[in-house]
C-alpha cells in the first residue's frame, strides 16, 4: 500500500513541474501567440465555463484541505489555492499522499 501513495504522490509531483515547464515555455512564445484572456473570454463560451469551474474547483480544494487533513501548513496552501488554484493544490497533493505512505 506504501508504494501504491508514493506512486500517486510522485505523479501528482511530475505533473505539476510538467505544467510549470510546459508554461514556462509558453510564455517564451513556443506554441504561438496568446489572444488574450478578455478576447478569451468574450468569444468562448467553453473557457468562461472553465474559468468558472477552476475557481469552484479551487475553493472546494481549499476547503478540503483545512477541514479534512491535520497538517500545520494547511492553511497556507488552502490560502494559496484561492489565488493560484491548482499550483498550490498539485503540490499540496502530493505532500499529502506522500505522508500518507509513510504512515502506513
Known sequence: MKFKYRLISLVILFSWLGTIILLALDARGLFGSDIGLENTLATSSFARGM??????????????????T????????AFASLFIGSFAVMPFLAIHFWIISRQK
Open 51 to 68: 474559468f468558472i469551474d477552476i475557481g469552484a474547483l479551487s475553493t472546494l480544494a481549499a476547503i478540503w484541505i483545512i477541514f479534512a
Open 70 to 77: 491535520k497538517y500545520w501548513f494547511r492553511f497556507l496552501f
